[in-house]
């Protein structure tokens, strides 16, 4: 298993409260694989996407990527970890708004240990690839919703991360611009990527393979997609034909 947790737990303290965000935990997430994770707000689900990108730390329990337990890093570990093997999307896009898109895409090779040259090359290979070759000089606020989203995934896949981790990334986009942004993760999926996102609505859930579903800290339900849709198909009550008498 590519990530594996084992009875991951994270309390927060405010004033003499604890919140238990995350209450046990356990799960595998293999290569490749296209996560949904779902859940009312205050499940957990930021909580956990954090700690999957090495952004926090959990209070108890275990986290493995690649085989490394890396809850147990130092601050330096941890960010090494976080630079070179997670990508990460926001609703916010979270660009820098005084740098172009070139420039934003290449911060996080800056620490890499690249050459310029060779910094610029992989950045513009990355808007490439988000299909913003022609607004590489473009800052944030000279492009459309949907393209500061793609931006921001091509800043998550300079790195060529072996985890792409996306918190609700079409919460901020109309439906149009949350499909392109979608057929976008579909084709990185084909392409061999792991994706784990966050969202609200069953209709992006749907391009996952697999949906895990979040409430109060737990994980309530972990499916393949198609068992998912099937689970809650019978679950909206009986059919036409089960209401008229037939099996
Ligand atoms: N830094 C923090 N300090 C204290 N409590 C926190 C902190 N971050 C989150 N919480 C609490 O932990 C719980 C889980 O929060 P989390 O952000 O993971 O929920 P979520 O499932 O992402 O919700 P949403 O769908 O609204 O984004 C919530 O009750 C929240 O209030
Ligand atoms: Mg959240």
Avoid at 49 to 71: T, W
Avoid at 219 to 241: F, H, N, W, Y
Wanted: glycine content about 10%; charged content about 25%; aromatic content about 4%.
């Amino acid at each position: 298993m590519m990530i594996q947790l084992d009875n991951l737990s994270k309390v927060y303290r405010v004033g003499v409260e604890r919140i238990a965000a995350l209450d046990g935990v356990s799960l595998g997430i293999g290569q490749n694989e296209y996560v949904a994770v779902m859940g009312p707000s205050g499940s957990g689900k930021s909580t956990l996407m954090n700690i999957l990108g090495c952004l926090d730390r959990p209070s108890e329990g275990q986290y493995h990527l690649d085989g490394k337990l890396v809850h147990r890093l130092g601050g330096h570990a941890l960010a090494r970890i976080r630079n070179e093997r997670i990508g990460f999307v926001f609703q916010s896009f979270e660009l820098l708004p005084r740098l172009s898109a070139l420039h934003n895409v290449e911060l996080p090779l800056l620490y890499s240990g690249l050459g310029w040259l060779a910094r610029r090359r992989r950045a513009r290979g990355a808007l490439e690839r988000v299909g913003l070759a022609d607004r590489i000089k473009h800052r944030p606020n000279q492009l459309s919703g949907g393209e500061k989203q793609r931006v921001a995934i091509a800043r998550a896949l300079v790195v060529q991360p072996r985890l792409l981790l996306a918190d609700e990334p079409t919460g901020n986009l109309d439906s149009r611009t949350s499909e392109e942004i979608l057929a976008l993760f579909d084709r990185l999926h084909a392409e061999g990527q792991t994706i784990v996102m966050v969202t609200h609505e069953e209709e992006v859930a749907a391009h996952a393979t697999r949906i895990i579903r979040m409430r109060d800290g737990r994980v309530a339900s972990d499916l393949a997609a198609a068992e998912d849709r099937a689970r809650r198909a019978s679950a909206e009550g009986p059919t036409d034909k089960a209401k008229e008498g037939r099996p």
